[in-house]
């Protein structure tokens, strides 16, 4: 296991001694790493979505951690990732690359997680020989490969270029969030979650939200305005399943549908009825559960079987 700045003691959930690491991607960016469980356990790996941090895997690195090596880490320009001059899919997948080689042994293999922006992040390394090297089977929440603006439905209007340019609008804009607040929660709630998101659950996402820099959220937005991840869908070649709810507005029922007919050796997609895109936070015990499914499955197991189906949950 290689990395810099390893230390040991309590981590950032309550209740778990984590360690945490500083990794050193390809163009020297520094990238925030925490990792949870007994060093020799079987390893997954999580990555989180646009203006979220590892506090959004919470509840999953709190349950996993019983049973396997848990690591987490905070993309460039989130959490406690200092920012970047450099946003890009590809310097997504050369810090997936990092952290992997930091955190797992030569050979060693993994389940790698991806939510929203995280899964976009898998799909952009698809390829890459670190990757190859240590994905046993990917989970992909909540996520979209291309058109991801055009597709949103968080304005409410019709389909087409209006509709387009007003999103990418609102999703690129520079304002500050500032403090959280009722109605901030209410339009992240409308935003990103479904109707029936608890009130503690949508606060929780605000908080987390609303800590993201101003500077990373307008960049990457950018970024994923001109996603075309086609090519890293086809070029996933280990067993995917994939995750996603009825009431997304920023990544909708779409792409998860292309995304899993795409898929080289696809495990199905499941759709969460009245979740939103927040997936993880509002359908922690199904992510979590699917997770152990991939784990125990393809790493603990290593078992490699599986065909494409879609499953509804309730």
Request: proline residues 5%; charged residues 20%.
């Amino acid at each position: 296991m290689r990395g810099a700045g390893a230390g040991r003691g309590s981590g950032p959930v309550p209740g778990l001694v984590g360690r945490e690491l500083t990794v050193t991607s390809a163009d020297g960016a520094r990238l925030h790493v925490e990792v949870y469980g007994a060093a020799d356990a079987p390893v997954v790996v999580l990555a989180h979505g646009w203006t979220c941090s590892t506090r959004f895997w919470d509840a999953q690195i709190r349950d996993l951690a019983q049973e396997f090596r848990v690591v987490a880490y905070d993309q460039r320009g989130h959490g406690r990732s200092p920012a970047s001059l450099t946003y890009s899919t590809d310097v997504l997948a050369d810090d997936l690359e990092a952290v992997l080689a930091a955190t797992l042994a030569p050979g060693e293999r993994a389940v790698l997680a991806g939510h929203s922006m995280g899964g976009m992040t898998i799909m952009a390394a698809a390829g890459r020989p670190g990757v190859v090297e240590h994905a046993a089977a990917v989970l992909l929440c909540s996520t979209g490969s291309a058109r991801l603006v055009a597709e949103a439905t968080v304005v409410p209007l019709r389909a087409g270029g209006l509709r387009t340019r007003l999103t990418r609008a609102v999703l690129g804009a520079r304002a500050p969030l500032g403090p959280v607040t009722p109605v901030s929660r209410a339009v992240l709630k409308y935003a990103t979650m479904g109707r029936g998101a608890s009130p503690a659950r949508v606060a929780r996402c605000a908080r987390i939200v609303h800590a993201c820099p101003r500077g990373a959220r307008v960049a990457w937005s950018h970024v994923l305005a001109e996603v075309e991840l086609s090519a890293g869908v086809r070029g996933l070649r280990v067993p995917t399943a994939v995750v996603a709810g009825t009431d997304d507005r920023l990544t909708p029922l779409v792409h998860a549908r292309e995304i899993e007919a795409a898929l080289p050796h696809s495990l199905g997609l499941t759709v969460l009825t009245g979740v939103g895109h927040m997936s993880p936070v509002e359908a922690p015990e199904l992510v979590t559960d699917r997770l152990r499914e991939l784990m125990n499955r393809y790493v603990v197991k290593g078992v490699n079987r599986g065909a494409g189906v879609e499953e509804e949950v309730a």
